[in-house]
């Protein structure tokens, strides 16, 4: 079946450093491929997504760019902020058929930003 | 106005307990789902419902008895609380959008907050 596989964590850098959150996955078909954010104490965010192949998603200051060929999606910062500190989790749409869709995750990324 | 909302946000419980946990969506999304995240922060899908029909059950014990009244609301019953059952639940729903070329298409999934139980 369809798997994402994610960098281990837990992540931890200074501020204003450079991040990237490692993904990658396994999957039939044309899934669409997110990254979703849990900060401390609360639900799941969208971060960002890409629908196809090429595709760049971007959202306060993170971008990653599906890669069909090396079946990737990283995750990436230029300087990351405290406030960045939470858990990231990359995921996969498999969708079967209409009403048959669901998410694939990753086992997420823990990541802590130190001033 | 929450898009996807659930209640309790906490729930504390002696083993053997029944207990239900209540989501409601106010986005208008045929599809709804309900998550487990353990203590590892793992997510891993239980249920999905498209327009109040069971559609995914992924090899979760019968003691969970997901329950759709309507399109937008799925609850989850526990019925005899183990102590393995302490976990976040999180509801979700999704729309599949249009065609996007090829086979791909429009999709994103939101998440309420979450439900940390706690069984003792």
């Known amino acids: 079946g369809n798997s994402v596989t994610q960098m281990e964590g837990p992540v931890t850098l200074s501020e204003e450093a450079f991040l990237t959150i490692n993904c990658t996955y396994t999957?039939?078909?044309?899934?669409?491929l997110f990254w979703y954010v849990q900060y401390p104490g609360e639900g799941l965010q969208l971060l960002l997504k890409?629908?196809?192949?090429?595709d760049k998603g971007s959202n306060k200051g993170f971008e990653a760019t599906y890669r069909k060929e090396t079946t990737s999606f990283h995750l990436e910062k230029g300087s990351v902020q405290v406030s960045d500190s939470a858990v990231y989790f990359c995921?996969?749409?498999?969708?079967f058929g209409f009403g048959n869709e669901k998410l694939t995750f990753g086992t997420g990324t823990r990541l802590t930003i130190i001033p | 106005d929450t898009a996807v909302s659930q209640t309790p946000k906490y729930l504390v419980t002696q083993m053997g307990n029944d207990k239900s946990i209540k989501c409601e969506q106010n986005l208008g999304h045929d599809t709804m789902y309900w998550y487990k995240q353990d203590s590892k922060k793992f997510l891993k899908i239980m249920f999905s419902y498209n327009n109040k029909e069971l559609i995914i059950n992924e090899t979760v014990p019968n003691r969970f008895s997901p329950k759709s009244p309507d399109k937008a609301h799925l609850n989850l019953h526990i019925n005899s609380l183990e102590l393995g059952d302490s976990a976040v639940y999180f509801c979700?729903?999704?729309?599949?959008?249009?065609?996007?070329?090829?086979?791909?298409?429009?999709?994103?999934?939101?998440f309420g907050q979450g439900t940390r139980l706690t069984v003792v």
């Open positions: 995921a996969l749409s498999d969708l």
């Open positions: 999957a039939t078909g044309y899934p669409s």
């Open positions: 890409a629908t196809k192949a090429d």
């Open positions: 979700a729903s999704s729309q599949v959008g249009q065609p996007l070329g090829g086979q791909s298409r429009e999709f994103e999934a939101f």
